[in-house]
């Protein structure tokens, strides 16, 4: 009889390791399935990121040419003269720093 239960013991043991390995072997090939939908998730993200700031850049460019287009138009219009001679400021003497050098 002693036997008999001992035997009985141990087919449980054995079930519940197996059992517990299959689980084991389960969660792994889950875990793996989900990290590669992840990785696939994440490349799709990045693309359309990359897509969107491409649009933003050429709406960007879209608007810096407007902006050019109106400002041009604007100072047509209210009689500015586009050719005007350029100034430039120059310095004859040195300043009062350099003036012992």
Do not use: C, P
């Not at 500015?80 to 003036?99: C, E, G, H, W």
């Amino acid at each position: 009889m002693v036997k008999s239960r001992d035997t009985i013991k141990h087919s449980v043991l054995t079930m519940g390791a197996v059992g517990l390995l299959v689980s084991m072997i389960v969660l792994y090939l889950y875990f793996l399935n989900m990290s590669v939908v992840q990785v696939v998730m994440r490349t799709e993200h990045v693309q359309t990121q990359h897509e969107l700031q491409t649009e933003i850049a050429m709406l960007e460019a879209r608007y810096i040419e407007s902006q050019h287009t109106v400002a041009s138009r604007i100072a047509t219009l209210e009689g500015y003269d586009t050719n005007t001679d350029k100034i430039f400021v120059s310095r004859k003497q040195a300043s009062l720093v350099l003036a012992g050098q």
